[in-house]
């Protein structure tokens, strides 16, 4: 498939918004501890910046402590693991894994019995796992009034599909897709969505609990409701949906998030790629900028679904590239999509509390050069009546993030501002006839964040809030394209590979504030392969030979204020890469910094998906696309007589991979894993 973020592919954003990179490059430029010929990696990492704030009053204060009191234990305290090109999970001496859901795992009673050979129908799979797993979040049971560590919902997002591993290729087809049909369509399409699953702890062990009331397979044609200032717009209305809120599916489900009411975000990313057409198409503005194109990324789901047919159904896109909010309790509500948080290519939706009661929820779209949001909400939360809370996200404002270098000449951060993204209120948007109404800010929340100029970040992915501090993190996974003219404080490097982590504090620590200040907490990067330390492609000071990593990606925090860190980038371990190896996950201590390797996936993976036990002592996490090929080490030497590696593994689909299950399966499979500590302490102590 397509990817649009690959080095080749071309941005979707015109506009001439200053970047992170630029930001960066000023404060760099006038910094006086460069001075004396103290490079930048060095100087940037020693120490300033925000984590003299970190205890916030609240206790928390990772290893160092609070003055006059007895230190803590040092936050991490697994043993690291090395790199790995290998076809397996590895984790640290004293911990277990353990995979407990896959693609194509029974979760209904009539679920059919995985087959093995890709000769699942469309219907069939639309009764077992969907494929990709990516964000999740365990929702405990409530048992006399406390929260269960040994029973819940697990519910997770299946992002996309691996048509490789998808479909059984047809004796006498030279291609393995053909011949192409409508219940392929359907068969990938039911791939995509959600899994509610009912997860039990039993006899020490983590299992699902088939057939169970709760458990539910959301699909993209499963029907869902447009909500919100949105709702209802000309924009969204259809001649098979003429309200304009009625929508079938949801599509591309990145990362996540969750309400403290009990309801689970889940973001729809890359939508653009499943749209097409086979006649003439030129993108309008709103198309072009949005990413859409007569080819897609190759889904082909327009040849056997009008929907999907950018010609027949133009507005059908605009009915994707929402939060959705889920019930996961009530296995019969419909999934609504919550226009107010803007129309963009969702990560994640990291929702916090503020001060005054109202919720905020911070909000990245993934792509180069795109822009990190917040929402604010009118309402505020009661936490006495969750039903109260159901229609919170609905009404509320919506800011787009502008960074910028600040006065201060030694710490390498900077200050920001949320700018409104408001049709009555921001005189910008009010004057620019882009945008008839508010309904069309949001639907265009791109193009009006352009307007209002916002700073153009290196694909911001994942946020997550510190426990205690309240500081916001988010991973800028990389930027490859971006070129020395467009560097910034936030994005300091041209070409950047490797990727960083930004975090910021709101003024007066107040959620809804609209300022902040922000630094970098890493700079990732290689100093394997970059041993000058003065040479930023080596990585700040705490990237060292030992955790070096590229492509930081999925991100959250555990009730104790450590940071985990997912990796989804380059896993070829050669070049730019040499010695890092498959994609994994580390661990991280805010205060100190230090940064350690916790695990790493198998062969081709992404390591994705986070959530915890209330108690902390079962981690799950997700392992995406095992047996992607690319540029691993270890792919197949030779693919003749297929003319790319997507057919050979059509053909040959042990050949590179056989994770989870050393190839019983009979071709790779994304799937849920269960990471427990063997003397039953907290993950990560």
């Avoid at 702890?201 to 057939?211: A, D, E, I, L, S």
Wanted: charged letters at 20%; a negative charge; proline letters at 5%.
């Amino acid at each position: 498939m397509f990817d649009v973020n690959d080095e080749n592919a071309p941005p979707s954003n015109p506009s001439r918004n200053e970047t992170f990179h630029e930001v960066v490059e000023k404060v760099v430029s006038r910094r006086s501890l460069l001075k004396g010929g103290m490079g930048l990696s060095a100087a940037l990492f020693m120490g300033g910046g925000l984590t003299a704030c970190l205890s916030d009053g609240s206790g928390a204060t990772g290893s160092a402590g609070t003055p006059g009191t007895t230190p803590q234990a040092p936050l991490l305290g697994f043993a690291a693991v090395a790199t790995s090109t290998g076809d397996d999970i590895v984790v640290p001496a004293g911990y277990t894994a353990k995979v407990m859901y896959r693609w194509g795992d029974a979760l209904f009673n009539d679920s059919p019995a995985w087959k093995g050979d890709a000769s699942e129908s469309g219907l069939e799979q639309a009764r077992q796992a969907g494929d990709n797993n990516d964000g999740m979040h365990f929702f405990p049971f409530t048992v006399a009034g406390r929260q269960s560590s040994t029973e819940g919902l697990l519910v997770m997002n299946h992002e996309y599909c691996n048509y490789e591993y998808l479909f059984k290729p047809e004796a006498g087809q030279a291609n393995f897709l053909e011949p192409w049909t409508a219940d392929k369509v359907l068969k990938a399409q039911n791939a995509h969505g959600i899994s509610v699953v009912h997860v039990k702890k039993v006899g020490g062990v983590w299992q699902v609990q088939v057939g169970s009331s709760y458990n539910r397979r959301l699909t993209g044609n499963s029907p869902m409701t447009l909500s919100g200032p949105a709702a209802g717009h000309a924009l969204l209305q259809t001649a098979a949906d003429a309200t304009g809120s009625a929508v079938l599916g949801t599509l591309n489900n990145c990362a996540n998030g969750w309400t403290p009411w009990g309801t689970y975000l889940t973001c729809e990313e890359n939508v653009n790629g499943y749209f097409g057409t086979a006649a003439a198409f030129t993108a309008d503005a709103l198309q072009s900028r949005y990413g859409l194109s007569a080819g897609g990324f190759g889904y082909r789901w327009h040849e056997h679904d009008a929907r999907f047919d950018l010609n027949a159904t133009p507005n059908e896109p605009n009915r994707f590239g929402w939060v959705v909010e889920i019930d996961p309790f009530d296995p019969g509500s419909t999934p609504k999509k919550r226009t107010a948080l803007g129309r963009f290519k969702h990560e994640n939706a990291c929702l916090v509390v503020a001060k005054n009661g109202k919720v905020v929820v911070y909000l990245g779209d993934d792509e180069r050069y795109e822009y990190i949001y917040k929402f604010v909400s009118d309402g505020v939360y009661n936490a006495s009546n969750p039903a109260a809370n159901r229609d919170l996200l609905d009404a509320g404002k919506l800011y787009v993030a502008k960074f910028s270098a600040g006065a201060s000449a030694s710490d390498f951060a900077g200050v920001g501002q949320w700018v409104l993204l408001d049709k009555a209120a921001n005189a910008t948007l009010a004057a620019d006839a882009r945008f008839a109404d508010q309904a069309e800010v949001l639907i265009k929340a791109r193009q009006a964040a352009d307007a209002v100029g916002a700073t153009k970040m290196d694909r911001p992915e994942w946020i997550s809030k510190h426990p205690a501090s309240g500081e916001i993190y988010c991973t800028l996974t990389n930027n490859s394209s971006r070129k020395d003219a467009e560097k910034d404080d936030a994005n300091p490097r041209a070409s950047n590979r490797w990727g960083q982590i930004v975090r910021w504090r709101e003024a007066g620590s107040d959620h809804t504030a609209l300022s902040f200040d922000w630094d970098l907490f890493v700079l990732a990067g290689n100093p394997i392969a970059y041993p000058d330390r003065t040479d930023l492609k080596s990585g700040s000071a705490n990237v060292t030979a030992a955790n070096t990593f590229n492509s930081p990606d999925g991100l959250a925090f555990d009730a104790d204020g450590r940071l985990w860190i997912q990796t989804d980038g380059n896993f070829s371990n050669a070049g730019n890469y040499a010695g890092q190896g498959n994609n994994q996950m580390l661990c991280a201590d805010p205060a100190s910094k230090e940064i350690r390797r916790f695990l790493t996936g198998p062969s081709g993976c992404e390591i994705t998906g986070l959530s915890f036990t209330p108690d902390s002592t079962t981690m799950f996490i997700n392992v995406q696309h095992p047996g992607e090929a690319s540029d691993h080490p270890r792919k197949p030497a030779s693919i003749a007589p297929s003319p790319n590696m997507e057919d050979y593994l059509a053909r040959n689909s042990l050949a590179f991979s056989r994770w989870p299950d050393n190839g019983a399966g009979g071709r790779p499979r994304s799937a849920t894993v269960v990471i427990t500590k063997n003397d039953g302490g907290k993950i990560g102590s």
